[in-house]
T-cell receptor, first 114, second 115 residues
Framework: AQSVAQPEDQVNVAEGNPLTVKCTYS??????LFWYVQYPNRGLQFLLK??????LVKGSYGFEAEFNKSQTSFHLKKPSALVSDSALYFC????????????FGKGTTLSVSS | EADIYQTPRYLVIGTGKKITLECSQT?????MYWYQQDPGMELHLIHY???????EKGDLSSESTVSRIRTEHFPLTLESARPSHTSQYLC??????????????FGPGTRLTVT
């Protein structure tokens, strides 16, 4: 069965420090991986995706993610956190069934303090 | 921002009422989805559609129904709302072919409260 795990409910980081939000996945076949961000009372906004190619994927708002096939991980990173990055972050994998709908992790709340 | 719209954004309604949550997209996407999300929690797929006249149930059992008469429109209906239906409902769409088909675009969501 395909699944996504985000082991941390919350990540706290000081503004200006690097941040990492962790994600591991379990899929059969090649993984198609995504990161989304959700601000309060909003829908999900796409940050970046890995389909194939370079293991380091760059996305919106200075975020990047590193795909590691041997560790089945797709951690989200940013070199210097901003207070405005505080939000709920979801990792997702494209499913092979159900219309190729995304399978989401339970989300990680990122809190950046000033 | 993606061109996918949901109305209403917020709805408070009494038990037993029939409600329809609207979702429209102007991107010409064939595939559309409905997810249910409790506040701050993960998303669960409740319905999806490959295109006009195609609807399927998702992984999470739901008493809601959907229709897809037009490509751009994918409404969700609850015939008789109950407090257990209180949640946020997110609509999404994606292209049907190519690598970009794997990226889903989400609407702003409808937060439903059934009293």
């Amino acid at each position: 069965a395909q699944s996504v795990a985000q082991p941390e409910d919350q990540v706290n980081v000081a503004e200006g420090n690097p941040l990492t939000v962790k994600c591991t996945y379990s899929v059969s076949g090649n993984p198609y991986l995504f990161w989304y961000v959700q601000y309060p009372n909003r829908g999900l906004q796409f940050l970046l995706k890995y389909i194939t190619g370079d293991n380091l994927v760059k996305g919106s708002y200075g975020f990047e993610a590193e795909f590691n096939k041997s560790q089945t991980s797709f951690h989200l990173k940013k070199p210097s956190a901003l207070v405005s990055d505080s939000a709920l972050y979801f990792c997702a994998v494209r499913g092979n069934q159900a219309g190729t709908a995304l399978i989401f992790g339970k989300g990680t709340t990122l809190s950046v303090s000033s | 921002e993606a061109d996918i719209y949901q109305t209403p954004r917020y709805l408070v309604i009494g038990t037993g009422k029939k409600i329809t949550l609207e979702c429209s997209q102007t991107m010409g996407h064939d595939k559309m989805y409905w997810y249910q999300q409790d506040p701050g929690m993960e998303l669960h797929l409740i319905h999806y559609s490959y295109g006009v006249n195609s609807t399927e149930k998702g992984d999470l059992s739901s008493e809601s129904t959907v229709s897809r008469i037009r490509t751009e429109h994918f409404p969700l209906t609850l015939e008789s709302a109950r407090p257990s239906h209180t949640s946020q409902y997110l609509c999404a769409s994606t292209k049907a072919a190519g690598h970009d088909s794997y990226e889903q675009y989400f609407g702003p969501g409808t937060r439903l409260t059934v009293t």
